[in-house]
Every structure is written in C-alpha cells, then in structure tokens.
C-alpha cells in the first residue's frame, strides 16, 4: 500500500508563499489522480487542487492563479506551490491519492499545518 508524508507547512504573512511536497512510499505512476486538500476546524475537508493521470488539472476558484500543482513520477512526489497567500487560505492541508480500479483505494497524508497571519 501507499503512505504520504507532507512537508512543508509553517507560518507566512500575507501575500507570501509556500510549496507543499508529498512523498509517495510507493509507486504513484498507476495512480488515477492525486491532489491537495484542505480542512479548517468545524469545516467541511475540500479539494484545493488535484491533478490526473492524463496530466490534467483542477483547481478550487478560490485558488486559481494563485497555487500550481505538479507531480513528478520518478521521485513519487506531487507538489503544490503556493503564491499569494491570504489569511483564508489558513488550515491543515491533506495530501490525497486515488486508484479507481478495482478494488478501489484512497491513502491520505497526515496533514500539514499552513497558517498566513501578519
């Protein structure tokens, strides 16, 4: 099985900038999809940003123009850069990745903990 480790979070002022990292245990390059969520206390966990097997991307409209997401195969890691950063961008981010075959599976990260605050 997959484990995801996170990496990279800490505390930035506004309009600053972050790059998240993932590491994969395993291989990522069968995966279906792999991308980057977000959780605030009492909040629902919501996709920030995820990427496809086919190279595709999505982005949460909160967050376009602002954080790229990227993966690279070889090292087993997808990467979210983060520029811009604004006070409501603040919470525990997820790393998250999808095998849609059967027998379906999903692995999680542990969360890493972003906060932007002046």
């Known amino acids: 099985q997959v484990q995801l480790v996170e990496s990279g979070g800490g505390l930035v002022q506004p309009g600053g900038s972050l790059r998240l990292s993932c590491a994969a245990s395993?291989?990522?390059?069968?995966?279906?999809?792999m991308g980057w969520y977000r959780q605030e206390p009492g909040k629902q966990r919501e996709l920030v940003a995820e990427i496809t097997n086919g190279g595709g991307t999505n982005y949460a409209d909160s967050v376009k123009g602002r954080f790229t997401i990227s993966r690279d195969n070889t090292k087993n890691t997808v990467t979210l850069q983060m520029n811009s950063l604004k006070p409501e961008d603040t919470a525990v981010y997820y790393c998250n990745v999808k095998f849609l075959s059967f027998p379906y599976r999903e692995y999680w990260g542990q969360g890493t903990q972003v906060t932007v605050s002046s």
């Open positions: 395993g291989s990522i390059f069968s995966a279906n999809a």
